[in-house]
């Protein structure tokens, strides 16, 4: 069974820039949620869809949005790249909706800005 | 708000000596704990996770870990250092909606 896949792992882009990562998650997996990983702050939650709804989101600015698809894929694209969005963007997925389901990562995608 | 404290930010020990890495939660709610660990240049692998049905909690590698309510305390233990095991550790909680807080994380060095 494939585990949670992310696409690309590796990017640099230029200030202003956008960019838009992608994260399959594993088969029959609906809830998807994603973190951005950064020496300084550490693991911090961004947002989290379950059947294509966004049910929760964290403390970042609007440049960061994300969607889910009918199929559980899903995307999250950053406008206007910054410096301080360097960084390892984590994807999990889990079975559904429960607290108590197990919540499995992918290998990140690494986002260096220049 | 729930939160995870990992007390130290480095822990060193030798090859074939006992492991103790701490976590502490704090919440009013039971929570939902895990542990999980990543190698450089890698994600995060889950090593275990709390769900209620048991304090003593096993998990991959050798690794265990205790939920103890009354020190609202959640450590992660393993009898026997392998080099292998050099990695950063990260405990996490949550309480609803896949939205994890994550600790600073524990670097553990292992020493031939």
């Known amino acids: 069974k494939a585990g949670v896949t992310q696409t690309p792992r590796y990017l640099i882009k230029t200030r202003g820039q956008q960019v838009t990562l992608s994260c399959s998650p594993i088969s029959g997996h609906r809830s998807v949620s994603w973190y951005q990983q950064t020496p300084g702050q550490g693991l911090q939650f961004l947002f989290e869809y379950f059947s294509e709804t966004q049910r929760n989101k964290g403390n970042f600015p609007g440049r960061f949005s994300g969607r889910q698809f009918s199929n559980s894929r899903s995307e999250m694209n950053v406008s206007t790249l910054e410096l301080g969005d360097s960084a390892l963007y984590l994807c999990?997925?889990?079975?559904?909706?429960?607290?108590?389901?197990?919540?499995?990562f992918g290998e990140g995608s690494w986002l260096t800005v220049v | 708000a729930q939160s995870v404290t990992q007390l130290g930010s480095h822990v060193s020990v030798s090859e074939g000596a006992l492991v103790l890495l701490r976590c502490n939660y704090s919440s009013s709610v039971p929570p939902y704990l895990f542990w999980y660990v990543q190698y450089p240049n890698q994600g995060l692998q889950l090593l275990l996770k709390y769900t209620s049905a048991a304090t003593l909690v096993k998990g991959i590698n050798g690794f265990e870990a205790e939920f103890k309510k009354s020190e609202t305390s959640f450590h992660l233990t393993k009898p026997s250092a392998h080099m292998s095991d050099a990695a950063e550790y990260f405990c996490?909680?949550?309480?609803?909606?896949?939205?994890?807080?994550f600790g600073t994380g524990t670097r553990l060095l292992v020493s031939p």
């Open positions: 996490a909680g949550g309480t609803g909606f896949q939205k994890l807080v």
């Open positions: 999990a997925s889990s079975l559904s909706a429960g607290s108590e389901n197990t919540i499995y």
